[in-house]
């Protein structure tokens, strides 16, 4: 009895710091991206006075839009513990197939922009049951697509852009309301929308459910398989969206439309939160993980850093982002963990119950009571 009251009187003081170490965890996961963009933002500030002004801020903001339909898509596959390589590949082929259609054969280009719908979804779900049905790893099995589609790309377009774009498009890519272009507002409706079917929706619980622990999501009558494959097809034609504003604001079909966007995207998709190993994240997060990766590209252009740094600024933040998945995963959750396991406060009858001890003798494998 002794020995079980000495270890439940632990220090006062080193619960304390449990505590504050685990509130420190709960801060650095929820809102530590925010202040880092934040600071971030003060710093370009100090160092270029053109960084705040309102003509920069809105540039920053349509610069991120492609990048944040890309990363929006992209949220869905990782969740499931997944992975898409061929999102910059499914966006220049939705580029030159699109337009293909609308130059090559005269279609509307209404027609057009459905087929590279279109083809965004066979995209992903080809990506899907290749995962799904075949088993084969997502990082193989859309590596495969990334070079399929590339070459496919490049064999309808023979290696050149089609052209010219119809003007509809290119208007609507670069339409401002009030002095402010229409994709950011449509942006942000689609991540809303996506926020919506993350956390109200059946669906979006089963996708947390497979991407934590896919046995345990079967075993509760989780449609694995199909979540996956929905998962990726929803990639897949938002990777054809953003190759689609692509294509209106390049005002060609571009087989390298989306050329090398894909480590890009999931750097931002990491950073804002939504960990490789699947099960946690949200869309929020990555919004602002593809605003800090558009801030440095605005800060290197701002800066006048030569272009040739750009790549080495990406693989340098793609390194932070997966290292910073290692530590959140490793670190932050064992330190909330470590908070759940942390005894009530002595000293108050309600709150203090008596130590019980372990039984002993014959009787010691006996239930006490009934069993449920």
Not at 61 to 68: A, E, F, N, R, V
Request: glycine share 12%; hydrophobic share 50%; charged share 10%.
């Amino acid at each position: 009895m002794q020995l079980h009251s000495e270890r439940r009187a632990a220090p006062a003081g080193s619960d304390d710091r449990r505590i504050s170490l685990s509130s420190l965890g709960r801060l650095v996961s929820g809102q530590g991206l925010l202040v880092v963009i934040l600071a971030f933002g003060l710093l370009l500030h100090l160092l270029s006075a053109d960084f705040l002004t309102p003509a920069n801020l809105v540039n920053l903001l349509y610069q991120s839009t492609i990048l944040g339909v890309f990363a929006i898509g992209m949220t869905f596959v990782i969740l499931t513990s997944g992975i898409d390589l061929s999102v910059g590949a499914t966006a220049g082929l939705t580029s030159v197939l699109s337009m293909g259609a609308v130059v090559r054969y005269g279609w509307p280009p209404i027609i057009g922009i459905l087929v590279g719908l279109a083809v965004g979804l066979v995209v992903g779900l080809i990506n899907g049951a290749m995962v799904t049905k075949l088993g084969i790893s997502p990082l193989i099995a859309t590596l495969a697509t990334l070079s399929a589609t590339t070459g496919v790309a490049f064999a309808y377009s023979r290696g050149s852009n089609i052209t010219p774009v119809p003007q509809m498009l290119q208007d609507a890519v670069n339409a401002k309301t009030l002095g402010i272009p229409v994709m950011i507002p449509a942006v942000l409706v689609l991540a809303v929308l996506a926020h919506f079917l993350l956390t109200r929706t059946t669906y979006g619980r089963s996708i947390y459910a497979v991407g934590g622990n896919p046995e345990a999501a079967l075993l509760a009558g989780i449609r694995v398989a199909r979540v996956k494959l929905a998962a990726y097809a929803i990639c897949g034609v938002t990777a054809a969206v953003a190759g689609i504003m692509l294509t209106g604001r390049l005002a060609s079909g571009s087989p390298r439309a989306g050329d090398g966007i894909e480590l890009t995207v999931i750097a931002a998709v990491v950073i804002g939160g939504t960990s490789l190993f699947g099960g946690q994240g949200n869309i929020r997060g990555t919004m602002l993980g593809v605003l800090l990766i558009s801030m440095v590209s605005n800060a290197v252009n701002l800066l006048g850093v030569p272009s040739s740094y750009d790549q080495i600024v990406q693989g340098v933040v793609i390194f932070a982002a997966a290292a910073l998945d290692v530590y959140r995963s490793r670190y932050l959750q064992r330190g909330l963990s470590r908070k759940a396991a942390i005894p009530p406060p002595t000293g108050t009858p309600d709150n203090d119950p008596a130590p019980v001890l372990a039984p002993t003798g014959p009787s010691a494998g006996a239930p006490e009571g009934p069993q449920r």
